[in-house]
């Protein structure tokens, strides 16, 4: 039951709840030992805050609920690749593991040879068209 | 009068404001057409969140002051050579311009390879000593 998929499917609900405000709808959950402990979704444009991409408001709240900084058994399922400042912030945070949906070949941290921290484990292409249409078709209907 | 020494003095007394609550003293301010608009100092320990770099406290607060998610006309003076994270959350901010105290050899944006927005002007060794200084003491005080 608690696949992949099935959390993801939750960061997908997250981006669309983005969509919904007219925000880049990129959308993650936290989830440690098979429960969500946090979720969040793109608030850029609501907030007027450049930092209030999905993955750093659901690390704050993550490690808010842990008591901790460190997201140690905590894995992040998030619609699209972090970019630089969210992949930082995940190394930060010693993310056990980070789940993505789609890639971004463009803003995201892998082509700009970053990595995440060595404890982290990372997955990439769950749920890969969904993620990736739902940003693709917010940009087209901006066009 | 306001000289690059000027703001990062200013840089520095929030580095001390850190210190003071044992948390790794790093300061910064963000200027705006020679007024301060932001100032925040490190407070990871303190909130318990790895997003809470002194950088990225300067970037909200200061698109609060000014309204807007981008930091037009604005310079933000930091003690220590920004992270990952905080070079990522100054590039998508397309900050004008950034005055660095130290480097970061280990931890900094630069070794990364990485750069900022093309609009970034950036200046480094703005009192390097002082502001290396107050980083070194704090962590061999700390063996």
Redesign the interface.
């Given at each position: 039951m608690f696949t992949d998929e099935y959390f993801m499917k939750m960061a997908l609900s997250e981006a669309q709840l983005a969509l919904e405000k007219d925000e880049v709808p990129i959308g993650c959950v936290v989830v440690s030992r098979n429960r969500v402990i946090a979720r969040a979704h793109n608030l850029?444009?609501t907030l007027?805050?450049?930092?209030a991409h999905a993955e750093?408001q659901a690390?704050?709240s993550a490690?808010?609920f842990l008591?901790?900084?460190?997201l140690k058994d905590c894995t992040l399922y998030v619609t699209l690749e972090p970019?630089?400042?969210?992949?930082?912030?995940l190394?930060?945070?010693q993310i056990s593991k980070v789940v993505i949906g789609a890639r971004d070949e463009q803003r995201g941290f892998i082509n700009?040879?970053?990595s995440l921290h060595p404890k982290t484990e990372m997955v990439t292409g769950i749920m890969e068209n969904e993620c990736s249409s739902i940003v693709k078709e917010f940009f087209r209907s901006k066009r």
């Open positions: 850029t444009e007027n805050d450049v930092t750093m690390i704050t490690a808010n008591g901790g900084k460190y970019c630089v400042m969210c992949s930082g912030a190394s930060w945070a700009q040879h970053l």
